[in-house]
């Protein structure tokens, strides 16, 4: 477990510098600038941005084709970013976790959080960035905004080097106000049935001892693993629970039905950030008439009936 004050002094390195770079250089390929903001219309807490650099001026994304990617040195990866994009190298266990600067930002100090990038590994999370990933967020504030999510091959992600999103997000979105039922023994839950969108979530708990939470995170990473072998692409959301008392972490795992590749910027695409309640936009046109209805009817495109086969899952793990 990282101690409180390492965590503090790391975000608040991570933010004073991130901010310098966004001020003092050309790093990023555009200054941040999110021209407008709104809640859409709806009982459930989706917020919206307009962000048109981020479409016009972001790297092109890479197609990944499989839910076991090869790494690949011919291709961009993050050993061949300038030295001014790694903002800090935080020694964790065995590993060491770099924190980049992404260059097309949603939010101000969106970050790259990158487990041993000199040892090429592949965007297929590991347990050991899990571990990292519980223990950063377990050890912030919970009311400080900032959030991690990934986007596995075919679920949006757009660098075959493993890679998850730092992301301050300090609004409150969908997933901060599902109801939720339990699925299986070790906090395990599934979203209720009322609610628009379905995941599964892993809850941490203040109580919970080291043992508790390594055999959680052990149960997450077999279930990501499983995924990742019946090729069922995925997106991930970690977040502090702000709405309850003691501290609790959660982790949202939102499981597709669909292979995405092709990303139409022109029109809003689906990731960690959208599967959460965070639908940032480019167009200003969209932007205008997008509708909560429209933003579940695309996820329920993405997710399909994959839902099932998840359910199967965890029904064979308590026999």
């Not at 390195?13 to 790093?27: A, D, G, P, V, Y």
């Not at 011919?74 to 590993?95: A, C």
């Not at 990933?133 to 091959?153: A, K, M, T, V």
Request: hydrophobic share 35%.
């Amino acid at each position: 477990m990282l101690p409180k004050d390492e965590s503090k002094f790391y975000i608040d390195e991570i933010m004073k510098r991130w901010q310098k770079l966004q001020e003092t250089s050309n790093t990023f390929a555009y200054r941040l600038k999110v021209q407008e903001w709104k809640y859409l219309d709806g009982p459930h807490c989706i917020y919206s941005e307009l962000n048109p650099e981020r479409t016009s001026l972001r790297r092109a994304p890479q197609s990944i084709h499989s839910l076991d990617p090869v790494f690949e040195e011919n291709k961009f990866n993050f050993k061949k970013i300038l030295q001014q994009e790694v903002m800090l190298i935080i020694p964790y266990d065995t590993i060491e976790i770099s924190m980049i600067v992404n260059k097309s930002p949603l939010t101000q100090y969106h970050s790259l959080i990158c487990p041993d990038v000199q040892n090429g590994l592949a965007q297929r999370v590991t347990l050991g960035s899990l571990r990292f990933c519980r223990d950063f967020l377990w050890s912030l504030d919970e009311d400080c905004g900032f959030r991690i999510g990934y986007n596995s091959p075919g679920a949006l992600a757009s660098v075959n080097h493993l890679h998850l999103h730092l992301i301050n997000i300090e609004k409150d979105l969908y997933i901060d106000h599902v109801k939720l039922d339990s699925l299986c023994e070790g906090d395990i839950y599934r979203l209720n049935n009322s609610m628009p969108t379905q995941a599964v979530c892993w809850i941490f708990n203040g109580e919970d001892s080291t043992t508790q939470m390594e055999n959680k995170t052990r149960k997450l990473h077999e279930f990501l693993e499983w995924l990742c072998r019946e090729n069922i692409p995925h997106n991930i959301f970690m977040t502090p629970d702000r709405t309850k008392q003691p501290k609790r972490l959660k982790i949202f795992v939102y499981p597709r039905e669909n292979f995405c590749v092709v990303k139409d910027f022109k029109a809003f695409n689906i990731g960690f950030c959208e599967m959460s309640g965070y639908v940032p936009v480019g167009d200003k046109e969209l932007f205008d008439r997008l509708t909560e209805t429209q933003v579940f009817q695309r996820i329920r495109e993405e997710t399909g009936l994959i839902f099932q086969k998840i359910l199967n899952y965890f029904e064979s793990e308590k026999t």
